[in-house]
């Protein structure tokens, strides 16, 4: 029997942003492991803000298993926090208590910097490169440089070995920043893979000597671009019924809830969405057609197919948790009536 490489993935207790952490467990498997094959595991949550010292075991519950293509006879293994009963749910464990819907569909566009030595990558060690403008979706080497398309296209070849579902990649308006987008039903599924593509992405820049910054802004308040995690949604009423009224009634309670949104689009959002660089002001809901400006987009398909399909809330950030995130999109939709 093959002896598997199970890396057992799990985040943190670290609060606002959460850390991804991981151990690799050895096991004999006839073929690659069904989820309900793989067994609980524990470790020492004194270390990652999850446990005191003197009772600080804390239990590995797998939910979600893909093939791990760096290793022979890998698996990268998605993980739950449980407390030691190994049926509570860990404070930190957010995954276990969010809304979900099979027939909810989430498109995750994630934005990030390639970091080198504290600055994003193809900066210049003073000052700065030339302005934004030929960044974005840019070619050659003076707008990409010459390490960070290769390691673009490596994470999602990994990523598409592993079954996630990336819908593509691009690079970003400020330099040294890309994104990549990731589609699932369900709210779960989608914010695994967000998960499971950022543990890739911060692997395989191990080798590279590079970091990923996630942060919202990390160039703070200067005319470079900020990061973000549009969450593009759609439920099954919105795709098959909708209409104008529930579109209307929809906005409206997107705006009513403003505050619980913003405090689960990650941290520091503020200093992002200040009405520059693409975005509306984090206090103030808005909705425009097309409208890059506004908390929540509507593509023009949406309204040519009779307010039918999918919107994009744009304000969600780089470094929000995408397990919070769509909950609260599902929380807000499941408040406003469908007759
Ligand atoms: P842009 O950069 O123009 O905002 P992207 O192409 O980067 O757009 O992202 C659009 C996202 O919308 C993709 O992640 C895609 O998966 C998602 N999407 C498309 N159709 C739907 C749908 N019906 N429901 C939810 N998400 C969707
Ligand atoms: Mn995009
Ligand atoms: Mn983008
Ligand atoms: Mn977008």
Not at 275 to 278: N, T, V
């Given at each position: 029997m093959p002896k598997f490489k199970l890396e057992y993935i799990w985040l943190d207790g670290y609060e606002p942003v959460q850390n991804l952490r991981s151990k690799t467990q050895v096991k004999e498997f006839d073929s690659f492991p069904t989820l309900a094959q793989l067994p609980l595991w524990g470790f020492d949550g004194s270390s990652t803000m999850q446990a005191e010292g003197h009772s600080s075991d804390c239990v590995l519950k797998p939910v979600a298993v893909y093939p791990d293509a760096t290793r022979t006879n890998g698996a990268l293994v998605m993980c739950e926090v449980m407390m030691p009963d190994g049926e509570t749910p860990h404070v930190s464990n957010h995954r276990s208590t969010i809304l979900d819907d099979a027939d909810a569909w989430f498109g995750f566009e994630q934005e990030y910097f390639f970091y080198e030595n504290g600055r994003p990558l193809g900066f210049p060690e003073q000052g700065f490169p030339a302005p934004q403008g030929p960044y974005y979706t840019g070619i050659g080497f003076k707008n990409v440089g010459n390490i960070a398309r290769q390691i673009v296209e490596e994470h999602l070849d990994l990523c598409l070995a592993a079954g996630i579902n990336h819908e593509g990649i691009n690079a970003e308006v400020a330099k040294g920043q890309w994104e990549f987008q990731i589609f699932g039903k369900g709210s779960r599924t989608a914010a695994d893979q967000i998960w499971v593509a950022r543990y890739i992405l911060l692997r395989l820049c191990e080798t590279y000597g590079l970091d990923i910054e996630w942060h919202c802004k990390p160039l703070g308040d200067t005319d470079w671009n900020g990061s973000g995690m549009h969450c593009n949604f759609s439920t099954k009423f919105m795709r098959e019924t909708g209409g104008k009224a529930y579109f209307e009634a929809l906005m409206a309670q997107f705006g009513k809830n403003l505050e619980d949104h913003i405090s689960v689009y990650g941290p520091d959002n503020h200093l992002r969405l200040t009405?520059?660089?693409?975005t509306a002001p984090w206090n103030k809901f808005s909705y425009g057609i097309a409208d890059r400006g506004a908390s929540v987009r509507v593509p023009h398909s949406f309204v040519n197919n009779g307010y039918k399909g999918y919107l994009e809330d744009r304000r969600p950030n780089s470094q929000g948790c995408p397990y919070r995130i769509a909950s609260q999109v599902l929380k807000t939709v499941s408040e406003v009536p469908t007759k």
């Open positions: 009405g520059k660089h693409e």
